[in-house]
């Protein structure tokens, strides 16, 4: 299904909502989650139309080499859910679990956090999952569905990255973690943090045409794409990015699923999408036209409008 929206021109963007920060143990290492309280009022008319009701809790998973601030655009459109957002262990401010960061590893943290890690979260929370992010919560809906009610996908991994039209893009940012791998600590690390490296990328995934947008999302990348806590980390999480998709889980996600698909996704075909979806027992799909794999920096106000519509028909 296409969904159609009306671009808007963003000179400054700047965030007013406020998280208490807050800290939790998992495998014997402190994690951080950004915890936003929603926002008194009638909002973006979320809640329930039901004696009492609120809005459900949403919990959000980033994508690769990103933290917590790439998704603050979105948590800026749902300002009627309470919206809690971690930085995956060992990016961002978290400290690297022991062991391999697969897969696994970041859908047992999530499941720590939604189990008893983070204050008042109940069944009722819905998880969402970005790009990379949205395979580790697919495989959390998949193991514990008791966790959550509603799942979201935003630009999610529909096709192993070695395939398809793309799969000369994706070898060639195997070959440059495979060359990061291979040389000295120091040296590895600085090809893994080059500055021109970073540009680059950004640049491959921007679609806008909004330049002041693109400056913006630039900036963001140059700040927060490199924040990661060792070469390990990026390097295993970077394998896990491309040999798991979103359909490894599937056929086991009973629950709601949302998946907010965009029409120039590099890394995942409108048709890919489009299976993904029927893979699923209860899903539906949007794809907003004009956009890439950056929905949570170029159509945020686009997405949270179809998560809350989602949202508000589940829960009335």
Not at 100 to 105: E, F, I, Q, S, W
Not at 111 to 124: F, H, N, T
Not at 150 to 158: D, S, T
Not at 280 to 290: I, S
């Amino acid at each position: 299904m296409r969904t159609a929206f009306r671009g808007s021109t963003t000179a400054n963007i700047a965030f007013s909502r406020r998280a208490v920060v807050r800290t939790f143990a998992v495998d014997g290492t402190v994690q951080r989650c950004w915890d936003f309280p929603a926002v008194p009022g009638p909002a973006d008319g979320t809640a329930s139309s039901g004696p009492g009701a609120q809005a459900p809790p949403i919990f959000m998973v980033h994508g690769f080499r990103g933290d917590h601030h790439g998704l603050l655009r979105i948590v800026e459109a749902l300002p009627g859910h309470r919206v809690l957002v971690p930085d995956l262990p060992g990016f961002g401010s978290a400290q690297p679990l022991p062991g391999t960061h697969d897969v696994g590893a970041y859908a047992g943290f999530v499941a720590a956090a939604l189990s008893g890690g983070l204050p008042d979260l109940g069944p009722d929370t819905v998880l969402l999952g970005h790009s990379f992010g949205s395979i580790i919560a697919s495989r959390v809906a998949a193991g514990h569905p008791e966790l959550i009610s509603e799942l979201i996908l935003v630009n999610p991994i529909c096709e192993p990255a070695l395939e398809g039209p793309k799969g000369i893009t994706s070898k060639a940012a195997e070959l440059y973690y495979l060359a990061a791998a291979r040389l000295p600590e120091r040296l590895g690390m600085a090809l893994l943090q080059h500055p021109a490296i970073v540009r680059g990328m950004s640049i491959f995934m921007a679609k806008t045409r909004d330049r002041s947008l693109r400056r913006w999302i630039h900036g963001q990348h140059d700040a927060y794409f490199s924040a990661f806590a060792n070469r390990n980390v990026v390097l295993d999480a970077f394998r896990a990015s491309i040999s798991s998709t979103v359909r490894d889980s599937a056929g086991a996600l009973g629950m709601p699923v949302l998946l907010v698909a965009a029409e120039r996704d590099d890394l995942g075909s409108v048709a890919g999408q489009q299976r993904l979806a029927a893979l699923m027992p209860d899903a539906e799909l949007h794809v907003l036209p004009g956009v890439g794999h950056l929905v949570h920096y170029e159509a945020p106000a686009e997405a949270a409008e179809l998560i809350s519509e989602f949202l508000r028909r589940r829960h009335s």
